[in-house]
């Protein structure tokens, strides 16, 4: 479907600059971007594409559902038909759908169409080839079928969509309701963020970037990480990897994730051997802010009443995005979880990645917290050096 196809055409705009594996080396300019979309040249100044990380739901194609509408006859009598459909075929599992649309044939006489059952509502099982009538929808002698014309069978969206192209799909058959996320909207388009807003966001990549670097020149792994509040764009804390000094947990992102701490009074581990992981204290904070307050994208649909822990204070990384080198594994993932990050960029993927490649924790229904995830930022840049 259209999201799909967008997402992968998202993918194929490729670098500007990029590395070659053939020759083993860095090549600028050689490839030529194939996007449409890229209508100024500011824009076309930028050598990466981000794109969102989406949940399997968000990817997959709209399912639709077999279901029973009829013409409303009289249009006075629509809230009326509502009702008594309501209480006959309630549709509970389907809140999602608008149960009347206007009709599409612009040469009928009627304006309105209503939805009044699905097919798997229906006791009799046996429909011929969809032809039914009236009676066979309202056994029971019901009088409800005066207002209504000849029924007709259509298909309506199982689910409520998630993205817009799904919104689109789904709309195609039947009128539902959409939440829509914005950010993925424009990510999908291929434009989600401005010119302005892409030199900030690259600027904090560079950032992990070039923290990464200052760890591989003392035997790290190349990654690096940066936690930002995106409300003050202040940056909280740059860290890169520690795994391979005295503790093989130091991935850059726990490294990052204890700095923030040690910002707001915490932190559990020692950092002291490694001057480039450093934080920013809560105290040297511009502003009158004493803790983040930068909105979440998705809201954390947390399960304690207020979303604040019993000590009060907000989980430590709430509001804030972290910009990683190369994409998360599993323990990083779920520490982002846990410390309630809002949005995470990343430049490459890893083969064990949790974020998109073996695992997508950021979109784990049964987990109390989600966040976005975006990936491809200076993809190129990083992986030239890791
Ligand atoms: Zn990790």
Redesign the pocket.
Known sequence: MAGVGDAGGLRRQRLLTHYDKSRNSYVEGIMEPQCKKRKTKAISTFTWELMPVLSDEELCEVELLEAYAAPIINKRQTSCLIKQLACIYPLNSLPHIKRVRTCRDKNTNHSLEIIICLLRDLNCTDVPNGEISLSDLFPDGKDIGIGLGEPFQVMIPACQPLTRPQFEAASQHWPTTFHENKQVTNALRGHLFNTEERAKVQTFMEKAIKAAKLGKEIGMEPVGAVVVNPATDEVIAVGHDCRNGPNPLL????VCIDLVAYGQGGGAFNHDRYPNCHFKSEASFSGDHAFNTGKPLHPSEDHSPTGVPVNGLPYICTGYDLYVSRE?????AMALVHSRIRTVFYATSSPDGALGTKYKIHTKKDLNHHYDVFKGLLEGECQFFS
Request: aromatic content about 0%; overall charge neutral; proline content about 11%.
């Open positions: 991935h850059a992102v726990m998360p594994c599993v323990m990083c």
